[in-house]
């Protein structure tokens, strides 16, 4: 498998990507990371942008996130709010989980936030659902559709039973 390859490729599985925690506010519209690729101070950033960049970005598709490399001195975190205001977070001598908790802290939704959009996102009143606890038992309640074979029988032609046979 050729997403198998390179260096932790656990990075791009699924499973993976749907187990971050870092949902981001609705106001966060960049989020950029200013770091360099050598350095003791920078350690923590690296290992940040190398395991969590890629679940910060598969949680929030709306938002535009960016690494600038080897552009400045100390390693900082800098978000643009859809209201033209921007927040810099010094990363600088931070471990990556330090950084997280952090990120997750200051910029990410509440946990009764989260839980509320996954509530509302699973709306039970969909007319399109049907069965136990729905508007409708049957697909066959549901005008246009074909009636139950128990109360009207199929035609034999639509039944696997007769195919091979002359009607």
Not at 14 to 36: C, M, P, T, W
Not at 101 to 123: F, N
């Amino acid at each position: 498998m050729p997403f198998m390859k390179g260096a932790a490729p656990i990075r791009r599985t699924i499973q993976y990507l749907e187990a971050g925690k870092i949902v981001l506010k609705d106001r966060i519209k960049i989020f950029s990371v200013h770091y360099n690729t050598l350095g003791e101070n920078h350690r923590g950033t690296r290992e940040f942008v190398f395991w969590h960049i890629p679940q910060i970005q598969f949680k929030n598709p709306d938002v535009q996130v960016l690494t600038l490399k080897n552009m400045t001195p100390t390693p900082f975190i800098r978000c643009f709010m859809s209201d033209g205001k921007d927040m810099l977070i010094d990363v600088d001598n931070r471990d990556k989980d330090r950084i997280h908790d952090h990120i997750l802290q200051v910029l990410g939704k509440p946990k009764e936030t989260l839980d509320m959009e996954a509530m509302a996102r699973e709306k039970k009143d969909n007319p399109a659902n049907f069965g136990y606890m729905c508007d409708k038992h049957c697909m066959c309640e549901i005008l246009g559709q074909v009636p139950c074979p128990a109360v009207v029988p199929l035609p034999k032609s639509w039944r696997g039973k007769f195919k091979n046979e002359e009607l």
